[in-house]
């Protein structure tokens, strides 16, 4: 699995665990990348946490940390790849990485992160800004995929 998060002006941390994770994982892997990723992005400017609902981002155990933390989190439908902007960059990214092959984890990690780096701001800045277009297709097709 490939933690990650962006937004309009960059990319924060990637994380990368081997296989599996549970919510406790997931925990950690929170506790060591958001704060340095959000301060990064956003220093003290509003922001929301945007996540899919896999098993440990729904936690209660997880929740309840989000809460503690005081993230702002925006609440979405159960699966809309639709909303998720992250979804299109990671699009890109299995597609570039499609061209390379890497043969190893540890070449995935680092085309990962140089891959990344080659994702222009105009490109996450198009994404974000997308997200009012986007909700209105999901609303308007009654939570159904838009695409």
């Not at 665990?17 to 400017?45: H, W």
């Not at 790849?81 to 299109?88: G, K, V, Y």
């Not at 085309?111 to 308007?140: D, E, H, Q, W, Y």
Request: aromatic share 8%.
């Amino acid at each position: 699995m490939v933690w990650g998060c962006l937004a309009a002006n960059g990319f924060g941390n990637l994380h990368f665990c081997n296989g599996t994770i549970m919510a406790p994982d997931y925990i950690r892997v929170l506790e060591v990348n958001l704060r340095p990723s959000l301060q990064r992005l956003f220093g003290r400017k509003r922001y929301l946490f945007q996540q899919d609902n896999a098993g440990p981002h729904t936690a209660k155990i997880t929740k309840t940390w989000l809460r503690k933390k005081r993230v702002p989190v925006l609440e979405g439908p159960a699966a809309s790849p639709d909303l998720s902007p992250i979804e299109n960059i990671w699009r890109i990214l299995k597609w570039n990485m499609a061209q390379r092959r890497p043969a190893i984890y540890n070449s995935y990690k680092i085309i990962c992160g140089r891959n990344g780096k080659k994702i222009s701001s105009a490109t996450l800045s198009r994404l974000v800004s997308s997200m009012p277009k986007r909700l209105t297709a999901v609303i308007r097709r009654k939570g159904d995929v838009t695409s």
